[in-house]
């Protein structure tokens, strides 16, 4: 029964595999990335404008890219704020956008039948935002009280503030996290300098998927970008560098229950040749389903913990893997420790060839589940082509995956892992 369900997923896999993504060049000479998809009417857009996230900002005017994510969807053209709400829903269109450290990016979908409205939309979306100024002292708000408080989202707060300041330190990505009092000093003349310096053709990267001829995704690009001035290339230079993980505990209060044991562990850079074997190995150790290690250990036979996994924490220059544990109060120091006796464990020991096997096929069965609309294949090719891949990434990936050995994952381990240097935050109730 296994091998059918493995031979089903490597058949279905090479569906995707097989969905071809072409270059296209639109009037503007800017180089696109298409896929066409006849099996849902609709049409997918992903736009970045690279090189200005936050950590590309001066030290005063790091969280400018994400208030100005937050504000731009609040009107734009004639339309206010309300009024361009009520046109998405109008034309069933979904606009959503977010920053990083390294880039600003939007993901647009909408049916083929409103084509015309929509490009029309988009095209005065990125030309024309009004930033009101009351919502930008709504978003500021929210913005500084985020920051300021980890009791609101515990896991992305340490995820976007604290952890960037510990692993990356002088860094720009340390120095990228904005201070509450410097985001309360932002206004609408920030916003509209960075949409005017950064809001540029030289700047964009674009994918579009979905059911669009290849000659209807060219006029759509020129109808974007045609009220987008040329401007100046946004230049990258931030230097590759990786997390400093040191012995590192802090506590943090919250009422309640239940703790988050939140912790970090390092990754390979994009272009390291064990890329691949850090991708397995991960997956192994943690991604959260029964079969992994930090499950199979500290909740099924410890009783440790409620939920336990790590996550990939990507930048254009760096990365690391951020992981979580969400247990009572009275078993944190009994998680803490039973965490660093697994990592310890997995070093010395290492995996079997049978673990790496499953692990391999369950690669191409997640691959399976998270890429199968367009809406989620545009979205991957974005930030792939962002990563400097090819259109054929996605093979490249699989291909990549197939190649990794036992020895490979298992000398891995020992290189990169150390229990003895990992912060660890720990935020909830006395024990």
């Known amino acids: 029964m296994i091998r059918k369900i493995l031979f089903a997923i490597l058949f279905l896999i090479s569906g995707i595999s097989e969905a071809e993504v072409k270059e296209l060049t639109c009037s503007y000479g800017i ?199 040329k401007g100046e290339k946004a230049q990258d230079n931030i230097p590759d560098t990786e997390p400093t993980l040191e012995n590192f505990s802090e506590k943090y209060h919250i009422e309640g229950p239940q703790s988050y044991i939140i912790f970090a562990l390092p990754n390979i850079l994009k272009n390291s040749g064990q890329k691949f074997a850090a991708y397995v190995l991960y997956l192994i150790f943690g991604d959260g389903g029964f079969r992994s290690y930090i499950i199979k250990k500290l909740r099924s036979e410890l009783g440790l913990i409620y939920y336990g996994g790590v996550s990939k924490i990507e930048k254009k220059h760096s990365c690391f893997e951020i992981g979580l544990l969400q247990t009572s109060n009275n078993h944190t120091a009994a998680a803490v420790d039973s965490i660093k006796s697994l990592i310890k464990n997995l070093k010395e020991k290492g995996i079997s060839q049978k673990e790496l096997d499953f692990a391999k096929n369950n690669i191409k069965g997640k691959f399976l589940v998270n890429l199968r609309t367009s809406r989620d294949l545009c979205n991957f090719y974005m930030m792939k082509k962002l990563q400097g891949c090819s259109t054929n990434v996605l093979d490249e990936f699989l291909r990549g995956i197939d190649t990794v050995t036992l020895d490979q994952v298992n000398s891995l381990a020992k290189q990169i892992f150390d229990e003895e240097n990992i912060p660890i935050v720990i935020i909830g109730g006395n024990e």
């Open 31 to 229: 180089k696109f990335w298409y896929s066409r998809d006849n099996s849902d009417p609709l049409i997918n857009i992903a736009v970045a404008f690279k090189n200005c996230g936050s950590a590309h900002m001066d030290k005063t005017k790091t969280s400018v890219p994400n208030l100005f994510v937050g504000t731009i969807f609040c009107g734009c053209g004639s339309y206010s704020k309300e009024e361009f709400q009520e046109k998405t829903e109008d034309i069933s269109a979904i606009f959503h956008g977010h920053s990083d450290s390294d880039n600003v990016l939007f993901f647009f979908e909408y049916p083929k039948i409103v084509s015309a409205e929509a490009a029309s939309l988009i095209q005065t979306f990125f030309s024309f935002p009004k930033f009101p100024k009351e919502e930008i002292e709504k978003m500021k708000n929210a913005i500084s009280y985020r920051l300021e408080n980890y009791q609101v989202a515990p896991i992305s707060w340490c995820e976007s503030v604290l952890f960037p300041k510990l692993l990356f330190k002088n860094h720009p990505y340390g120095d990228s996290v904005a201070a509450p009092e410097n985001v309360l000093q932002l206004n609408d003349a920030d916003l509209k300098s960075f949409h005017k310096k950064y809001i540029v053709r030289s700047n964009v990267e674009l994918c579009i998927f979905g059911d669009i001829s290849e000659k209807e995704a060219v006029k759509l690009a020129d109808q974007i970008l045609s009220s987008i001035p």
